[in-house]
């Protein structure tokens, strides 16, 4: 099986030989950058899935003698993204003289906790499941990887026959079980009668490989990887076609988005009547091209093998019976025809949970499907996070691609319900996520705020997205929006935000930026009405046109956001919050200020009126009324900051002064407490307060509310 290294088809070759030169000294920095070009290519593994492992010579810290070190990936984190802090090191002699006391497989998960008394480094990550699969092979670097291309030959019906042949005996086959001690003894056994293997398969659920060196471990991870995916391009085809052919076709791509659009919030509602649930979607050709075809009643049901793939999207998905070009916009009807399936689901899971569980399981999860196929659409995934719900969608395309090649050279087999059940229902499973942070107060919450690049409105997104929730930052200025989704990005990650340019008195423009919000993340929880400017003149000097701006600005602005994310949140039918920045001028006569202050009142008014109107949703209106806020804010551009220092008869230089003099507190007030009084309203202690004002000031007594 020779082939030239540097030019796979179906892998990535991304060895940098004076990168591994630099670290020519350092088994366990060649272990972290082949674990890190491993997981950078999805095509070998997918997100978190799968370890590495390598074994070195150290010395003892307590005898000063040398013995044989395990570095590997300790438990959860991701081989793309692995640092040193992220490995465990063990004791190998230490780990497999556990065998000693291993009292057999009912006793399996009690080894768990044996292995701290096999840690070297006291600092390191605590050791995975998957530790005594490597510990028992003697190989310096091995490889533990979930590659589609491999586990469609492991999963399917002739696998272990097709693994024989296609690689003449030199990949071992284990079946199917579960991780753990006895795993790693069946590994060991499989080496012992089959010497001079390069690796091993694992029924449905992945491959092992290994070589002496860092690199040659890689090469012969990709070799065999890309054997299998080259074995499954020349047999596509061959048995009739794939997914046993097209059964609908697909709507254009701009319809589908519509589409989506339109059902994405009516879904996050159903999904959410446990807890509030983020979304993705994605209508890409793979998934477009099982969702369309006619094996998908037969292969849906079955669910997923792997069980890295159905611990993320749940033992199988729910296919929608909605028309491709379906009317959607009666939501009434809609939701009527759907709740029936989201009942009949949740009784399937419940049925599977009451027969599989054990005496000694974790209480039944969340019901609700993670997984929802609309065929001719796309697929929509709904989970705690928007990276949790990115990486369902990713897994179960992986499990789309396995199905595939499994079809393809023979017949595509799932795990049966109860070793699924005792995988994702397993006492260590469930330890690792009681182990898991508690959930944020706006975990589960999407966010627009309206002004969101800078000032206010930014501060307010940070806030936010710091207390669990994601946000869709939006601005007029393109320059600036970029600008300020560059510093998210680095700052909370790609999962964090969306972006979307807004003119708030643009209906079309505010449709897309909601559109945009309910592709990304499913919906939206909470509005932030901050966008806005001010003009300071005298009423002989202000112009009909200046009028005009302020009040399709701040009025009609406010209003038209409003309504259009009321539409979305009543489809979600789990309430919501409308936060409207105001002013304490809404409250305060002052000099030069008709047009401004007018409107600002007439804001204050308007959420009045619709916490009146939607309080019977659940829908919460709240308003904050900053005061001279003046970092970072465009409102001080454009002369505003000139009027008001001509109004008072100073300077513009004295205008932060004369602001916090005048004040109770004589505080100045910045950004950040405009966004912690936000915060105050939707994280949750004020749960039951609407159409109420909180004055963020300090302390301006003419605008007291009375």
């Known amino acids: 099986m020779s ?224 054997k299998c995916a080259e074995y499954l391009e020349q047999n596509y085809g061959k048995k009739g076609p794939v997914f046993g052919g097209q059964k609908i076709e697909s709507l254009p791509e701009n319809k589908r988005k519509s589409q989506a659009v339109a059902l994405a919030p009516v879904l996050r509602g159903f999904c959410s009547s446990k807890k509030r649930m983020i979304g993705h979607f994605t209508d890409n050709a793979r998934v477009l091209e099982y969702i369309n075809s006619n094996d998908l009643e037969r292969l849906a049901p079955m669910g997923t093998s792997c069980p890295d793939h159905f611990l993320r999207t749940k033992i199988s998905p729910l296919v929608l019976n909605l028309g491709v070009d379906e009317d959607l916009s009666d939501i009434s009807a809609l939701k009527e025809k759907l709740s029936p399936a989201f009942e009949a689901y949740r009784k399937m899971y419940g049925d599977y949970y009451t027969t599989c569980k054990h005496a000694n399981s974790p209480a039944i999860r969340d019901a609700n499907p993670v997984v929802i196929l609309y065929p001719g659409v796309g697929m929509f995934t709904f989970a705690k996070d928007k990276q949790t719900a990115r ?62 690049a800078g000032g206010i409105g930014k501060a307010i997104a940070k806030k936010f997205v710091e207390e669990g929730a994601v946000v869709v930052l939006n601005d007029l200025n393109a320059e600036r929006l970029q600008g300020a989704g560059e510093e998210f990005k680095k700052q909370y990650g790609k999962d964090a935000y969306t972006t979307a340019l807004l003119d708030v008195t643009n209906a079309v423009q505010i449709e897309e930026a909601l559109s945009t919000a309910v592709l990304a993340f499913g919906g939206i929880d909470i509005v932030v009405n901050n966008a806005g400017l001010s003009i300071s003149k005298t009423i002989g000097d202000h112009t009909e046109k200046d009028w005009d701006l302020l009040y399709d600005v701040l009025v009609k602005g406010q209003f038209l956001v409003t309504q259009a994310a009321v539409k979305v949140m009543k489809k979600q039918d789990i309430g919501g919050d409308i936060l409207n920045i105001v002013s304490k001028n809404a409250l305060v006569s002052g000099p030069n200020n008709a047009g401004y202050g007018s409107a600002k009142a007439a804001q204050l008014h308007l ?57 109770l507190l004589n505080d100045v007030i910045l950004p950040v407490d405009i966004a912690n009084a936000c915060f105050a309203f939707v994280g949750g202690l004020l749960s039951k307060s609407t159409g109420n004002v909180l004055n963020v000031d300090g302390g301006v007594a003419a605008a007291f509310v009375r």
């Open 3 to 226: 082939i030239n290294t540097k030019q796979f088809k179906h892998v990535s070759y991304l060895w940098d030989d004076a990168k591994a030169a630099e670290l020519a000294a350092d088994e366990v920095g060649l272990l972290i950058y082949r674990s890190n070009l491993l997981g950078a290519d999805l095509r070998l593994t997918n997100y978190g899935g799968g370890n590495t492992s390598c074994k070195v010579t150290d010395k003892d810290p307590l005898t000063g003698t040398n013995v044989e070190v395990m570095w590997i990936k300790g438990s959860g984190g991701d081989i793309g993204t692995l640092k040193k802090s992220g490995l465990a090191a063990l004791y190998v002699d230490r780990l497999r003289s556990l065998r000693n006391v291993y009292k057999g497989i009912e006793h399996e998960d009690e080894m768990v906790a044996l292995f701290n008394h096999s840690i070297f480094d006291l600092d390191s990550k605590a050791p995975s499941i998957d530790t005594p699969l490597h510990a028992f092979l003697p190989f310096k670097h091995i490889d533990h990887l979930h590659p589609d291309a491999a586990i469609a030959i492991a999963a399917a019906k002739d696998g272990k026959k097709i693994t024989g042949e296609l690689f003449e005996g030199k990949i071992g086959w284990v079946d199917w079980q579960r991780p753990g001690f006895d795993l790693g003894l069946k590994l060991k056994a499989c080496l012992d009668a089959n010497p001079g293997i390069r690796g091993i398969m694992l029924g449905s659920h992945g491959l092992f490989t290994w070589g002496d060196t860092a690199y040659e471990s890689y090469i012969n991870t990709l070799e065999v990887i890309e």
């Open 391 to 452: 990486v369902a969608a990713e897994f179960y395309i992986n499990a789309i691609n396995v199905m595939k090649g499994a079809e393809a050279i023979s017949e595509y087999t799932s795990l049966p319900r109860q070793e699924a059940f005792d995988i994702e229902y397993w006492l260590l499973e469930e330890a690792k996520l009681q182990r898991m942070p508690k959930p944020k107060a706006l975990s589960g919450r999407i966010a627009l705020i309206t002004g969101s």
């Open 607 to 663: 959420s009045r009126l619709n916490a009146a109107e939607l309080g019977a949703d659940k829908i919460r209106v709240n308003v904050i009324n900053p005061d001279a806020v003046i970092s970072d804010s465009n409102i001080w551009a454009g002369g505003w900051a000139e009027g008001r220092a001509k109004a008072y008869g100073i300077t513009v230089a004295e205008l932060p002064a004369y602001y916090a003099k005048r004040t």
